[in-house]
């Protein structure tokens, strides 16, 4: 977990400020733990259509 943790804080810090980090997956919670004081984490969407069904994350730079 905690290698993910640091590949998103890294990831969030090569992106322009304000722009999502977006990731999709199959499971259905966040792969990644919440650090408010780090990064925000938010369901985004859940792609249906998609063969299995996939759901999407956002996490952005805390402000």
Known sequence: ???????????????????????????????VIKMPDRYGVSHYDFVVRNIPPAQLWTYRRAV
């Open 1 to 31: 977990m905690q290698q993910r943790v640091a590949l998103v804080e890294d990831l969030l810090a090569r992106i322009p400020a304000g722009r999502p980090l977006i990731q999709i997956t199959y499971g259905p919670l966040s792969p």
